[in-house]
Protein backbone atom coordinates (compact mmCIF):
# COMPACT_ATOMS: atom_id res chain seq x y z
CA UNK A 1 0.00 0.00 0.00
CA UNK A 2 0.86 3.79 -0.88
CA UNK A 3 0.95 6.30 2.07
CA UNK A 4 -1.61 8.80 1.51
CA UNK A 5 -0.37 12.31 0.61
CA UNK A 6 -2.94 14.88 -0.09
CA UNK A 7 -2.56 17.80 -2.17
CA UNK A 8 -4.67 21.11 -2.42
CA UNK A 9 -4.45 23.33 -5.25
CA UNK A 10 -6.04 26.60 -4.00
CA UNK A 11 -7.47 28.44 -6.52
CA UNK A 12 -9.01 32.44 -6.57
CA UNK A 13 -8.99 33.87 -3.21
CA UNK A 14 -7.60 30.70 -1.57
CA UNK A 15 -3.70 31.48 -1.55
CA UNK A 16 -3.18 29.69 2.07
CA UNK A 17 -4.56 26.80 4.17
CA UNK A 18 -4.93 27.26 7.63
CA UNK A 19 -4.45 24.68 9.94
CA UNK A 20 -1.61 23.32 8.85
CA UNK A 21 0.60 21.92 11.99
CA UNK A 22 4.36 21.89 11.47
CA UNK A 23 4.11 23.99 8.26
CA UNK A 24 7.48 24.07 5.71
CA UNK A 25 7.87 25.44 2.68
CA UNK A 26 9.88 24.56 -0.11
CA UNK A 27 10.37 25.29 -3.83
CA UNK A 28 10.73 22.16 -5.72
CA UNK A 29 12.38 22.38 -8.99
CA UNK A 30 10.56 20.48 -12.46
CA UNK A 31 12.03 19.85 -15.46
CA UNK A 32 8.60 21.41 -16.72
CA UNK A 33 9.63 24.75 -15.17
CA UNK A 34 8.76 26.79 -12.37
CA UNK A 35 5.13 25.87 -10.43
CA UNK A 36 3.21 28.83 -9.65
CA UNK A 37 4.55 29.00 -5.91
CA UNK A 38 6.18 27.17 -3.10
CA UNK A 39 4.47 24.27 -1.84
CA UNK A 40 3.58 24.12 1.57
CA UNK A 41 4.01 21.14 3.69
CA UNK A 42 2.26 19.93 6.71
CA UNK A 43 -0.29 17.78 8.48
CA UNK A 44 -4.23 18.92 8.99
CA UNK A 45 -5.76 16.25 11.10
CA UNK A 46 -3.17 13.70 10.57
CA UNK A 47 -3.12 13.18 7.06
CA UNK A 48 -0.01 14.37 5.41
CA UNK A 49 -0.93 17.54 3.16
CA UNK A 50 0.84 19.70 0.32
CA UNK A 51 -0.78 22.88 -0.26
CA UNK A 52 -0.17 25.11 -3.70
CA UNK A 53 -2.14 28.06 -4.49
CA UNK A 54 -2.64 27.86 -8.14
CA UNK A 55 -1.88 31.24 -9.46
CA UNK A 56 0.68 31.74 -6.82
CA UNK A 57 0.36 34.10 -3.73
CA UNK A 58 -0.96 37.87 -4.92
CA UNK A 59 -2.59 36.42 -7.97
CA UNK A 60 0.18 36.55 -9.72
CA UNK A 61 -0.95 34.42 -12.23
CA UNK A 62 -3.36 34.52 -14.93
CA UNK A 63 -5.10 30.81 -15.72
CA UNK A 64 -3.18 30.95 -19.24
CA UNK A 65 -0.34 31.98 -17.52
CA UNK A 66 0.02 28.99 -14.98
CA UNK A 67 2.38 26.86 -15.71
CA UNK A 68 0.25 23.23 -14.99
CA UNK A 69 2.50 21.02 -16.02
CA UNK A 70 5.05 21.97 -13.20
CA UNK A 71 2.29 22.34 -10.95
CA UNK A 72 1.56 18.21 -11.38
CA UNK A 73 4.73 17.93 -11.46
CA UNK A 74 5.74 19.42 -8.47
CA UNK A 75 3.08 17.62 -6.28
CA UNK A 76 3.96 14.08 -7.58
CA UNK A 77 7.18 14.44 -7.30
CA UNK A 78 6.94 14.84 -3.42
CA UNK A 79 4.82 12.16 -3.03
CA UNK A 80 1.07 13.40 -3.65
CA UNK A 81 -1.34 10.47 -4.20
CA UNK A 82 -4.96 12.54 -4.36
CA UNK A 83 -5.61 16.16 -5.04
CA UNK A 84 -8.05 18.53 -4.13
CA UNK A 85 -8.34 21.38 -6.61
CA UNK A 86 -11.07 24.60 -5.42
CA UNK A 87 -11.81 27.06 -8.03
CA UNK A 88 -14.18 29.68 -8.54
CA UNK A 89 -16.26 29.01 -11.29
CA UNK A 90 -19.74 30.74 -13.09
CA UNK A 91 -22.89 28.58 -13.11
CA UNK A 92 -25.48 27.62 -16.17
CA UNK A 93 -28.10 26.66 -14.22
CA UNK A 94 -30.21 28.50 -11.31
CA UNK A 95 -30.24 26.19 -8.86
CA UNK A 96 -26.55 26.29 -8.63
CA UNK A 97 -26.44 29.60 -7.27
CA UNK A 98 -23.19 31.74 -5.77
CA UNK A 99 -22.04 30.29 -2.42
CA UNK A 100 -23.06 26.64 -3.80
CA UNK A 101 -19.94 24.29 -3.93
CA UNK A 102 -20.55 21.92 -6.29
CA UNK A 103 -18.39 18.11 -6.69
CA UNK A 104 -18.44 17.88 -10.59
CA UNK A 105 -18.00 14.74 -12.56
CA UNK A 106 -17.49 15.73 -16.04
CA UNK A 107 -15.06 18.40 -18.00
CA UNK A 108 -15.71 20.13 -21.54
CA UNK A 109 -12.35 21.66 -22.71
CA UNK A 110 -12.62 24.78 -24.73
CA UNK A 111 -8.29 25.17 -23.74
CA UNK A 112 -6.37 26.21 -26.08
CA UNK A 113 -3.05 27.91 -25.33
CA UNK A 114 -1.91 25.73 -22.91
CA UNK A 115 0.48 22.59 -22.51
CA UNK A 116 -2.19 20.05 -21.76
CA UNK A 117 0.27 16.27 -21.59
CA UNK A 118 3.42 15.32 -20.60
CA UNK A 119 3.72 12.72 -23.63
CA UNK A 120 4.35 13.36 -27.20
CA UNK A 121 6.73 12.74 -29.63
CA UNK A 122 9.61 10.40 -28.00
CA UNK A 123 7.18 8.90 -25.98
CA UNK A 124 3.58 9.00 -27.05
CA UNK A 125 0.63 8.07 -24.84
CA UNK A 126 -3.49 8.85 -24.93
CA UNK A 127 -4.76 8.31 -21.28
CA UNK A 128 -8.58 7.92 -20.95
CA UNK A 129 -10.17 11.03 -19.74
CA UNK A 130 -13.73 9.08 -19.64
CA UNK A 131 -14.38 9.22 -15.78
CA UNK A 132 -11.94 12.01 -15.02
CA UNK A 133 -12.90 12.95 -11.23
CA UNK A 134 -12.08 9.84 -8.46
CA UNK A 135 -14.73 8.80 -6.88
CA UNK A 136 -13.91 7.28 -3.64
CA UNK A 137 -11.77 11.05 -3.04
CA UNK A 138 -15.43 12.66 -4.26
CA UNK A 139 -17.25 10.67 -2.23
CA UNK A 140 -15.20 11.93 0.77
CA UNK A 141 -15.76 15.83 0.34
CA UNK A 142 -19.43 14.90 -0.43
CA UNK A 143 -19.53 13.08 3.37
CA UNK A 144 -17.65 16.01 4.94
CA UNK A 145 -19.36 18.56 3.72
CA UNK A 146 -22.93 16.72 5.24
CA UNK A 147 -21.26 16.46 8.27
CA UNK A 148 -20.18 19.86 8.27
CA UNK A 149 -23.35 21.22 7.10
CA UNK A 150 -22.07 22.59 4.31
CA UNK A 151 -24.60 22.65 1.43
CA UNK A 152 -22.74 21.35 -1.71
CA UNK A 153 -24.23 19.94 -5.03
CA UNK A 154 -23.06 16.64 -6.39
CA UNK A 155 -22.81 16.18 -10.29
CA UNK A 156 -21.97 18.24 -13.24
CA UNK A 157 -20.30 19.18 -16.23
CA UNK A 158 -17.41 22.26 -16.03
CA UNK A 159 -16.41 23.36 -19.22
CA UNK A 160 -12.83 25.33 -19.44
CA UNK A 161 -12.78 28.62 -21.44
CA UNK A 162 -9.08 30.05 -22.01
CA UNK A 163 -9.98 33.35 -20.69
CA UNK A 164 -9.08 35.55 -19.24
CA UNK A 165 -11.84 37.24 -20.51
CA UNK A 166 -15.64 36.53 -18.82
CA UNK A 167 -17.71 35.23 -21.55
CA UNK A 168 -19.13 37.15 -24.08
CA UNK A 169 -23.54 37.12 -23.95
CA UNK A 170 -23.44 34.65 -26.99
CA UNK A 171 -21.12 32.58 -25.58
CA UNK A 172 -22.61 32.25 -22.07
CA UNK A 173 -26.13 30.98 -23.94
CA UNK A 174 -24.54 28.83 -26.30
CA UNK A 175 -22.84 27.00 -23.13
CA UNK A 176 -26.34 27.26 -21.31
CA UNK A 177 -28.33 25.47 -24.44
CA UNK A 178 -25.16 22.92 -24.41
CA UNK A 179 -26.37 21.31 -21.09
CA UNK A 180 -23.00 22.56 -19.53
CA UNK A 181 -23.59 23.28 -15.23
CA UNK A 182 -20.19 25.43 -14.70
CA UNK A 183 -17.62 27.43 -16.61
CA UNK A 184 -13.98 28.05 -15.13
CA UNK A 185 -10.87 29.04 -16.85
CA UNK A 186 -8.65 26.39 -14.46
CA UNK A 187 -9.75 23.16 -14.51
CA UNK A 188 -8.16 21.64 -17.97
CA UNK A 189 -5.37 20.71 -18.09
CA UNK A 190 -5.00 20.50 -14.39
CA UNK A 191 -7.10 17.34 -14.46
CA UNK A 192 -5.75 15.57 -17.85
CA UNK A 193 -2.30 15.92 -16.25
CA UNK A 194 -3.15 14.79 -12.95
CA UNK A 195 -4.41 11.41 -14.35
CA UNK A 196 -1.31 11.39 -17.02
CA UNK A 197 0.32 11.93 -13.45
CA UNK A 198 -1.78 8.76 -12.16
CA UNK A 199 -3.14 11.27 -8.88
CA UNK A 200 -6.43 10.85 -7.84
CA UNK A 201 -8.26 14.34 -8.50
CA UNK A 202 -11.20 15.75 -7.80
CA UNK A 203 -12.55 19.38 -7.84
CA UNK A 204 -14.52 21.73 -5.11
CA UNK A 205 -16.00 24.06 -7.87
CA UNK A 206 -17.11 27.02 -5.90
CA UNK A 207 -20.00 29.18 -7.80
CA UNK A 208 -19.33 32.79 -7.70
CA UNK A 209 -21.64 33.78 -10.25
CA UNK A 210 -24.07 33.35 -12.92
CA UNK A 211 -21.66 34.23 -16.18
CA UNK A 212 -23.77 37.10 -18.08
CA UNK A 213 -26.54 34.98 -19.15
CA UNK A 214 -29.36 35.22 -16.22
CA UNK A 215 -31.66 38.10 -16.69
CA UNK A 216 -31.99 38.94 -13.12
CA UNK A 217 -28.26 39.36 -11.96
CA UNK A 218 -25.16 41.89 -13.34
CA UNK A 219 -23.17 40.51 -15.40
CA UNK A 220 -19.70 38.79 -13.91
CA UNK A 221 -17.04 40.92 -12.72
CA UNK A 222 -13.64 40.49 -10.68
CA UNK A 223 -15.37 42.55 -7.23
CA UNK A 224 -18.46 40.37 -6.94
CA UNK A 225 -16.62 36.70 -7.57
CA UNK A 226 -13.72 37.97 -4.83
CA UNK A 227 -16.89 38.97 -2.74
CA UNK A 228 -18.46 35.85 -3.21
CA UNK A 229 -15.05 33.66 -2.79
CA UNK A 230 -14.22 35.98 0.45
CA UNK A 231 -17.72 34.89 1.98
CA UNK A 232 -17.09 31.20 1.75
CA UNK A 233 -13.26 30.86 2.67
CA UNK A 234 -14.52 29.91 6.20
CA UNK A 235 -16.39 27.21 4.69
CA UNK A 236 -13.70 25.95 2.15
CA UNK A 237 -11.38 25.85 4.58
CA UNK A 238 -13.42 23.61 7.09
CA UNK A 239 -14.28 21.69 4.47
CA UNK A 240 -10.90 20.71 3.75
CA UNK A 241 -9.91 20.53 7.22
CA UNK A 242 -12.63 17.91 7.49
CA UNK A 243 -12.10 15.84 4.49
CA UNK A 244 -8.15 15.26 5.49
CA UNK A 245 -9.52 14.49 9.39
CA UNK A 246 -11.15 11.65 8.53
CA UNK A 247 -8.48 10.73 5.43
CA UNK A 248 -7.32 7.51 5.80
CA UNK A 249 -3.56 6.54 6.14
CA UNK A 250 -3.23 4.56 2.93
CA UNK A 251 -4.46 5.43 -0.70
CA UNK A 252 -7.29 3.85 -1.65
CA UNK A 253 -6.89 2.10 -5.16
CA UNK A 254 -8.93 4.06 -7.66
CA UNK A 255 -12.17 2.32 -9.07
CA UNK A 256 -11.78 4.07 -12.50
CA UNK A 257 -7.81 3.62 -12.64
CA UNK A 258 -6.49 6.81 -12.21
CA UNK A 259 -3.53 5.98 -9.95
CA UNK A 260 -2.58 3.05 -12.85
CA UNK A 261 -3.94 5.51 -15.71
CA UNK A 262 -0.73 4.52 -17.62
CA UNK A 263 -1.30 0.67 -17.59
CA UNK A 264 -2.40 0.80 -21.24
CA UNK A 265 -2.11 4.34 -22.34
CA UNK A 266 1.97 4.19 -23.27
CA UNK A 267 2.05 3.11 -27.23
CA UNK A 268 6.00 3.70 -27.35
CA UNK A 269 7.95 0.74 -26.46
CA UNK A 270 10.83 0.76 -24.11
CA UNK A 271 13.88 0.87 -26.86
CA UNK A 272 12.23 3.51 -28.52
CA UNK A 273 11.36 6.34 -26.15
CA UNK A 274 13.22 9.33 -26.46
CA UNK A 275 15.93 9.29 -23.84
CA UNK A 276 16.10 13.05 -22.82
CA UNK A 277 12.23 12.73 -22.80
CA UNK A 278 12.22 9.99 -20.62
CA UNK A 279 14.09 12.10 -17.90
CA UNK A 280 11.57 14.99 -17.64
CA UNK A 281 9.00 12.21 -17.19
CA UNK A 282 11.06 10.28 -14.52
CA UNK A 283 8.68 11.50 -11.49
CA UNK A 284 5.25 10.86 -13.77
CA UNK A 285 6.63 7.30 -15.42
CA UNK A 286 7.99 6.90 -12.02
CA UNK A 287 6.02 3.80 -11.46
CA UNK A 288 6.06 2.01 -14.54
CA UNK A 289 10.10 2.74 -14.91
CA UNK A 290 10.55 1.43 -11.62
CA UNK A 291 8.65 -1.92 -12.81
CA UNK A 292 11.22 -1.63 -16.00
CA UNK A 293 8.41 -0.54 -18.33
Known amino acids: MTKAVVGIIGGSGVYD??????PRRERVATPWGEPSDELVFGEVGGTSAVFLPRHGRGHRLSPSGINYRANIDALKRVGVTDIISVSACGSFKSQFFPGLFVLVDQFVDRTFARESSFFGNGCVAHASMAHPIA??????????????????????????????????????????????????????PEAKLAREAEISYATIAMVTDFDCWHPEHDNVDVSSVIEIVRRNSAAATKLIARVLADFPAEHEPCPVGSDRALDNAILTPPEARDPEVMKKLDAVMARLIGAGQ
Open 17 to 22: LPGVKN
Open 135 to 188: PKLSERIARAARDEGIEIAIGGTYVCMEGPQFSSYAESLHYKAAGFDLIGMTAM
